[in-house]
């Protein structure tokens, strides 16, 4: 199982699913960050938290303790 935290910059995935632990799981699913979603990280900071992802065609930085809850393939 891999995660948006996974990615590399300039490495690309699709969102299967979004982890039931997660607290704030219908606030990423009201931002667009749903399932068969295109996903590509395009910066990470120097200590990997955060790292910016575009999904559509929307740039979202998320740190790595919610980035670890959004499942790709």
């Known amino acids: ?3 948006l935290l996974d990615l590399k910059v300039d490495e690309k995935g699709t969102i299967v699913g979004i982890d039931n632990k997660c607290k ?3 606030r990423l699913i009201d931002l667009g960050i749903v399932n068969g979603s295109d996903v590509i990280c395009v910066l990470d900071s120097a ?3 955060p790292k910016a992802y575009q999904i559509k065609n929307a740039v979202f930085a998320l740190r790595s303790s919610l ?3 959004i499942v790709i393939e």
């Open 24 to 26: 704030l799981k219908q």
């Open 47 to 49: 200590n990997h938290n």
């Open 1 to 3: 199982m891999r995660t």
């Open 67 to 69: 980035s670890q809850y």
